[in-house]
């Protein structure tokens, strides 16, 4: 007996008129299109933005996180304060008046030295910015600083974070600047925490007074500055989770109404 030919099911797909296909692009003469091989030696793979993927320093790593935490986290006045620093504007004015009183380099010193050695006569020296953080605290407590300026960013905060509550106490005017670099260009340094102006000459009298001013209702008797609160921002996916959150609340007390 012969084997039975075996049988063909009907497909289950359903006969459906497929679209026709399109008709295929004609290839250019001059320049055929060829795909591109990105194997070793071949051709230049498009290039990707990896910093997602970069093992970044330490020290970034650490910058990048404590910026985070001071935005997640409820940050107290004493701290919060730091983030009210001055503006383009009067950091500029600030810098153009500190400027003019930089103090000298230690050539210029030596220069003056060797000069009163040869028999120049001695004058008093002319007034200058004053800098180091224990100097500063010294001019303050014996009321003879004019000015104080605090940088923002000094790492650890703990350095300066009572120095502000200090000028209040003493009733001399203080600022806050965003970066201590930018105080260390004064004087000839890298960084500097704080500065100090205890004098300045007659042309430059009212234009200290009036920065005095500005600065003694901007910082010393601003109350947010000793009463509010910073930080508690949320990230994006929190914010979406809680208002998907009150969405459902709402739709909740909704229904809850109806009846």
Known sequence: ETPRPPVKMPSKKSSKSSAPAPAPKAAHALYPS???NFRVGGDIRPTRDVGRFVRWPRYVRIQR???ILQQRLKVPPQLNQ???ALDKSQSTELLNLLNKYRPETKAAKLE???AVAGGAEATAPPPTVKYGLNHV???VEKRKAKMV????DVNPVELVVW??????KMDIPYCIVKSKSLLGTVVHKKTAACLALTAVERADQSRLNSMCTTFTSQFNESTDNQRKWGGGIMGLKTQFRLEKREKAVQAELAKKAQF
Request: glycine share 0%; proline share 4%; net charge positive.
């Open 34 to 36: 060829r795909r591109r």
């Open 112 to 114: 003056r030295l060797r």
């Open 137 to 139: 605290t010294y001019l």
């Open 82 to 84: 730091f983030n009210r």
């Open 149 to 152: 300026i605090i940088a923002a």
């Open 163 to 168: 120095l502000p509550a200090l000028c209040r």
């Open 65 to 67: 996180q404590r910026k």
